[in-house]
Each structure stands twice: as structure tokens, then as C-alpha cells.
């Protein structure tokens, strides 16, 4: 079965800078789309950024383009979203999920907990 675990969430002042970690376990992860999600409260979920297998391309949302990176370490089965000049709209639980590069919007898997981040002003 396959599971992402998303951690490095938390408490940042405005201005500040997180970076998020996305673990996927249950198949081979180097051929894999990764995307980032968030959803606010009351908010629906919101496609932030995608990186293909290989680790480019990668596709941004306008919302985060120019702060947020998005990364992978495949050899670690891992994702990252490095988050920069982050401001209170960006408070949101944050997840990722693999996808396909020509749907980078739609996520394959069950959702995992995601991780929460606080922007105060």
C-alpha cells in the first residue's frame, strides 16, 4: 500500500521560511510524479507545485511561484517543498501525492495526514 508522510510543519513568523518533507513508501518512487497540496480551513485543496521523475520538470501554481521550490531525493524516497518569504494566507495543512505529469492536479493516493503550518503576521 502505498503511504506519503508529510512533516516540517509548524509555527513561522511572516517573512519566514519552512521546508516540508514528503516520505512515500509502498512502491517504487523514482518514477513517480510528486505534488504538493495545502488546504486552508474552509478552504478547498489547492495544487502548489509538482516535479517529474528525474526531477525536472517541475510546475508551480502562480499563488507560490517564486517563493516555494520543490525537490526530491530519490535515493531517500523522499519530497521536499522549501517554502520562502511565507505570509499568513499561507496557513494551511500542507500534503503531497504522486500524480501523473500530464495531471499533476490529480492526486493517485489515499491523502496521509498532511502538515500543519502557521504563518503569524
Known amino acids: 500500500q502505498v503511504r506519503m508522510a508529510e512533516s516540517g510543519g509548524g509555527l513561522v513568523q511572516a517573512g519566514g521560511s519552512l521546508r516540508l518533507s514528503c516520505v512515500v513508501s509502498?512502491?517504487?518512487?523514482?518514477?513517480?510524479?510528486l505534488a504538493w497540496f495545502r488546504q486552508g480551513s474552509g478552504k478547498e485543496r489547492e495544487f502548489l507545485a509538482a516535479?517529474?521523475?528525474?526531477?525536472?520538470?517541475?510546475l508551480y501554481a502562480d499563488s507560490v511561484k517564486g517563493r516555494f521550490t520543490i525537490s526530491r531525493d530519490d535515493a531517500k524516497n523522499t519530497a521536499y517543498l522549501q517554502m520562502n518569504d511565507l505570509q499568513p494566507e499561507d496557513t494551511a495543512v500542507y500534503f503531497c501525492?504522486?500524480?501523473?505529469?500530464?495531471?499533476?492536479?490529480?492526486?493517485?493516493?489515499?491523502w496521509g495526514q498532511g502538515t500543519p503550518v502557521t504563518v503569524s503576521s
Open positions: 501525492n504522486r500524480a501523473l505529469w500530464g495531471y499533476p492536479r490529480t492526486p493517485l493516493n489515499a
Open positions: 509502498g512502491r517504487t518512487f523514482s518514477t513517480d510524479t
Open positions: 516535479i517529474n521523475r528525474g526531477g525536472s520538470p517541475s
